[in-house]
C-alpha cells in the first residue's frame, strides 16, 4: 500500500490539472458554438443580448479561465449553475432521466465544475505558478 499511496499523492494534484484542461477543452466549443458558429453551428447563431448569447459567453469566457487554471474556484462555481441552469430549463422538461432526455453532458459538467470550485485547479495552473500554492 505504501507504493500506491506515494504515487497517489504524486499524481493527484497533476490529475487535476487534466481533469480541468480536458474539460475546458471539451466545455468551450459549446460556447464558440453559440456565438461564432464554429464548429458547425446546429442553428442560426443567435445575438449576444439573448439567453443563447449569454450562455456563449459564460461558455467561451468561463472555459478560457478554467483552461488557464485562473479565477479556477468563481468561474467553476458559475459554470457549474450555469449547467444546473441549462439542464433543468432545456432537458429537464422532456422527461426525467437524462440518458432519455439528453441531459447526461450538462449534469456531468455541472457536477465537475462544482468538484472544481471545490479543489481549485491543481498545479498546472496559472494562479498556482503565480502564487506557489497549485491550489488556486
Not at 458554438?33 to 464554429?38: E, H, N, P, R, S
Request: aromatic content about 12%; glycine content about 14%.
Amino acid at each position: 500500500m505504501g507504493a500506491w499511496n506515494t504515487l497517489s499523492d504524486t499524481w493527484s494534484p497533476r490529475l487535476l490539472s487534466v481533469l480541468r484542461i480536458v474539460t475546458a477543452l471539451l466545455f468551450m466549443p459549446h460556447g464558440t458554438q453559440k456565438l461564432f458558429g464554429i464548429p458547425g453551428a446546429q442553428q442560426a447563431v443567435p445575438t449576444v443580448f439573448s439567453l443563447m448569447g449569454f450562455a456563449g459567453i459564460l461558455e467561451c469566457v468561463g472555459g478560457l479561465l478554467i483552461l488557464l487554471g485562473m479565477f479556477t474556484r468563481p468561474a467553476a462555481f458559475v459554470l457549474s449553475g450555469h449547467m444546473a441552469v441549462a439542464y433543468f430549463m432545456a432537458h429537464a422538461p422532456r422527461g426525467f432521466w437524462p440518458i432519455l432526455n439528453s441531459g447526461e453532458l450538462a449534469v456531468l459538467y455541472c457536477f465537475v465544475f462544482l468538484y472544481l470550485a471545490l479543489a481549485g485547479g491543481g498545479p498546472w495552473s496559472l494562479a498556482g505558478v503565480t502564487t506557489g500554492t497549485g491550489r488556486r
